[in-house]
């Protein structure tokens, strides 16, 4: 396995362009399941995460045609509605092809996901919002086995989904399935996250009829007439964010290129309040920080709160500031994983519950770390560009699920960082 060995003690300085957003770009990968005509994806980032997808499409009949700026998927000749677990174990992301295959084709047999070991994240939010659609669903052998009435007038049929809570891949299992579903679908409680948001542009592109996705409100006209596609798609919010981190954690100035302050508010409303200066530029947002960090609270929220995706970035960075940081998780139960391995750097982090404490001040002190997780993985490589020494981040295929040429974009803007191969 590949590991990255950093020296820290060395200022960011100048721009990084962000890349598409992963979360946005899966489920879209998934819904061109649903149409026979052609789907063209652009700003797809050249991640592991997205790379499997497009590898799952394509073992259900899609073709597959990549350019260097644009993908083409053609899932006119699907030949098979099942998901291997083998095709499946590496991430969570690819249960989405569940509610497009059900939809199409009235059956599906999808193997229950695998992905990053952050807690439970069950499916049974998809599986009943399929089921307010007219699905029969069952769990049978590590297989989630759906099908639609076999009977004349049959297949889904719109309905009102009430989600528990605002998941965001329930929301977008649901919103895939209702396309195709005879009738209105209203979904309540929808998660209102950028990248719900921007799969339904990418469905309308492709001739669906949906009102709403942004808000705890989603409307949806089936029957979808399918037409040829294409989709550009937004920025990736959260590896900008890290970025931005990567900035403040070092005292140094970068210009995130493509980054979009709307998608990004809650975040950079906490870099602010730790002391950390973001403007607008003509291409992104620049961020700076030329004094010191305060410690602040936070707690992870939906949408438009504060992403769970950049607790452990912040838990990083708050090990830099002049006092105590209080943390609340309350997205995912299993979300500190990282902190043993930040620990290890110096770091004096203590644990209750879902809360963690970071006293910050101790020097950070390079050393050997393992990552457990995407995000946890990142916040490792950000401590150790301010460790004194040599850091080294085992297991970093985590990075490559999430994050394009995250090495090669912080060498380019002064850090001391190479991968080595195994």
């Not at 975040?267 to 030329?290: A, C, K, N």
């Amino acid at each position: 396995m590949d590991r990255l060995r950093i020296v820290g003690g060395h200022k960011l300085q100048g721009g990084v362009t962000i890349s598409g957003a992963k979360n946005a770009a899966l489920p879209q990968i998934a819904a061109t399941l649903l149409s026979p005509y052609p789907v063209e994806l652009t700003n797809l980032p050249q991640v592991s995460d997205v790379e499997n997808m497009l590898g799952v499409v394509a073992l259900h009949g899609a073709e597959v045609t990549r350019a260097a700026h644009s993908t083409i998927i053609d899932a006119r000749n699907i030949v098979s509605t099942e998901t291997t677990y083998d095709t499946v174990r590496k991430m969570r992301a690819t249960v989405l092809v569940l509610g497009p295959l059900l939809a199409r084709f009235g059956q599906a047999r999808v193997s229950l996901p695998g992905g990053c070991a952050i807690g439970a994240r069950p499916v049974d939010m998809h599986i009943k919002a399929l089921a307010a659609l007219g699905a029969t669903i069952d769990i049978e052998n590590g297989l989630i086995v759906a099908s639609t009435p076999n009977t004349p007038g049959g297949g889904l049929k719109g309905g009102r989904i009430v989600l528990a809570s605002p998941s965001v891949g329930a929301t977008e299992t649901a919103m895939m399935a209702a396309t195709a579903a005879k009738g209105e679908t209203e979904i309540l409680n929808a998660a209102r996250e950028p990248e719900v948001a921007d799969l339904a542009a990418c469905l309308i592109a492709m001739g669906a009829k949906i009102e709403g996705a942004g808000t705890h409100r989603i409307l949806i006209e089936g029957s979808t007439s399918w037409q040829p596609a294409k989709h550009h798609g937004i920025p990736d919010r959260i590896e900008a964010g890290t970025y931005a981190v990567a900035a403040a954690i070092t005292g140094g100035t970068l210009e995130l290129t493509n980054a979009r302050l709307e998608n990004m508010a809650a975040t950079v409303q906490m870099l602010e309040f730790m002391g950390v200066s973001v403007w607008p530029s003509d291409r992104g947002l620049v961020v700076s920080r030329d004094g010191p960090l305060r410690p602040t609270d936070i707690t992870t929220e939906p949408y438009p709160g504060f992403p769970t995706d950049m607790q452990a970035q912040f838990m990083a960075l708050a090990t830099q500031a002049d006092g105590a940081t209080l943390i609340r998780e309350t997205v995912f139960e299993s979300r500190f994983m990282h902190v043993p391995e930040l620990i290890r750097l110096g770091a004096n982090i203590s644990l209750q519950g879902t809360t963690a404490v970071v006293r910050g001040g101790p020097p950070l002190r390079g050393a050997q770390v393992m990552a457990t997780d995407l995000r946890a993985s990142v916040s490792l490589v950000l401590a150790g560009l301010v460790s004194s020494g040599e850091t080294i981040v085992n297991r970093v295929y985590h990075l490559d699920r999430g994050y394009e040429q995250l090495d090669r974009k912080l060498r380019l803007c002064g850090a001391d960082i190479e991968r080595i191969s195994a």
